[in-house]
T-cell receptor
Framework: GAGVSQSPSNKVTEKGKDVELRCDPI?????LYWYRQSLGQGLEFLIY????????KSGLPSDRFSAERTGGSVSTLTIQRTQQEDSAVYLC?????????????FGPGTRLTVL | GESVGLHLPTLSVQEGDNSIINCAYS??????FIWYKQESGKGPQFIID?????DKRQGQRVTVLLNKTVKHLSLQIAATQPGDSAVYFC??????????FGPGTRLSVLP
């Protein structure tokens, strides 16, 4: 009965490097979300996966950001050529089904620092 | 862990008093609302939800009120405790769409 897990918990990288952030949703949850939370800000939606449907990528801030979800479970958020403004906490959440029907549950987040 | 929301609106209450945290939502078509609590260094934690066919829902020490006329949501916490200190976010959802989060309010419980 584990909750949503994310790894790493902290990531420090140099500007221009690529990073991969991982999310393990709650088992059986079909929906998975990525959000970004900058210091002093609320949650910014990035991308949403629902079952086998095409993901909603409308929140991705640039083409340096991409995400995939393999086998309907684990998801990886990739940021290429990181910039200092990418520094934030990246949160993953999952829910059992369609948003608005089922509550979403959050992981602890990955704190990304770009030097 | 990292502190979030350093520049958020802050509500300070005395321990044992009731707290009321307010949220204005944006989409009149939203039909599902959630309140989350976020402690420093942690992800948001579900507190209580409410659907648009209701105007009030109660949990343990918490009550959510929904006023669709003015698109307003509030979270009431009874007998506030030091452990309630956190940032509180409301989120709205229009069925099948993404959740949209409010900016958050920091609750500070004074001894």
């Amino acid at each position: 009965g584990a909750g949503v897990s994310q790894s790493p918990s902290n990531k420090v990288t140099e500007k221009g490097k690529d990073v991969e952030l991982r999310c393990d949703p709650i088992s059986g949850h079909t929906a998975l979300y990525w959000y970004r939370q900058s210091l002093g800000q609320g949650l910014e939606f990035l991308i949403y996966f629902q079952g086998n449907s095409a993901p909603d990528k409308s929140g991705l801030p640039s083409d340096r950001f991409s995400a995939e979800r393999t086998g309907g479970s684990v998801s990886t958020l990739t940021i290429q050529r990181t910039q200092q403004e990418d520094s934030a906490v990246y949160l993953c959440a999952s829910s059992a089904g369609t948003p608005g029907v089922n509550t979403q549950y959050f992981g602890p987040g990955t704190r990304l620092t770009v030097l | 862990g990292e502190s979030v929301g350093l520049h958020l609106p802050t509500l300070s209450v005395q321990e044992g008093d009731n707290s009321i945290i307010n949220c204005a939502y944006s989409n009149s078509a939203s039909d599902y609302f959630i309140w989350y609590k976020q402690e420093s260094g942690k992800g948001p934690q579900f507190i209580i939800d409410i659907r648009s066919n209701m105007d009030k829902r109660q949990g343990q020490r918490v009550t959510v009120l929904l006023n669709k006329t003015v698109k307003h949501l509030s979270l009431q916490i009874a007998a506030t405790q030091p452990g309630d200190s956190a940032v509180y976010f409301c989120a709205e959802n229009n069925y099948g769409q993404n959740f949209v989060f409010g900016p958050g309010t920091r609750l500070s419980v004074l001894p």
